[in-house]
């Protein structure tokens, strides 16, 4: 079964009546998806899989945010937190980078979700392949993932600044 098929199986196997939109643009980035669906970058999925101490877990972030591997040592109580390389999220996962969704995988992982992703009413994650994504709501989200919602992000140049401002 293709990556796309994959998805949908895991959509209906969930109870959900949603479809895995095929595009003509490749959503293989969050920028890339945001300009083919029309939507805020931030209300794109980034499905990541990083490795702590050696073991795979998936951290679903905002396209405008990146995955904070110190907060996500914090959370996981993890002594070492890094990015797995290509080949290892295709083993964990089934599916190549630019295409990892958030369901459909090999086999269920412990799943991180950015806490910031709450801010849309629309979120669109990637389906299976680089030009294939599917829209759901975060509460949608958080239930089909079973996944834990934290900050898992580095703060925004804009909070950081302001923190700065608000201590000087």
């Known amino acids: 079964?293709?990556?796309p098929e994959r998805v949908q199986a895991a959509l209906k196997a969930a109870g959900l009546d949603i479809q895995v939109m095929m595009l003509e643009e490749s959503t293989r980035t969050a920028q890339l998806a945001a300009e083919a669906v029309g939507a805020p970058l931030g209300s794109i999925v980034k499905s990541l899989i990083f490795l702590a101490d050696g073991a795979p877990i998936l951290v679903l972030v905002?396209?405008?945010?990146?995955?904070d591997p110190a907060r996500l040592?914090?959370?996981?109580?993890?002594?070492?937190?890094m990015i797995a390389d290509a080949e290892r999220v295709r083993e964990e996962t089934g599916f190549s980078i630019g295409g990892v969704p958030p369901i459909g995988h090999s086999r269920p992982l412990p799943t991180w979700i950015d806490a910031s992703l709450g801010r849309f009413e629309t979120l669109y994650a990637a389906a299976g392949h680089p030009s294939a994504v599917f829209p759901v709501s975060f509460a949608t989200l958080v239930r089909i993932t079973g996944g834990r919602v934290a900050d898992?992000?580095?703060?925004?140049?804009?909070?950081?600044?302001?923190?700065?401002?608000d201590n000087a």
């Open 1 to 3: 079964m293709k990556g």
């Open 62 to 67: 905002a396209g405008d945010r990146r995955a």
């Open 73 to 81: 040592k914090e959370l996981t109580g993890a002594r070492r937190v």
């Open 152 to 165: 898992v992000t580095e703060k925004p140049e804009s909070e950081t600044r302001l923190e700065k401002e």
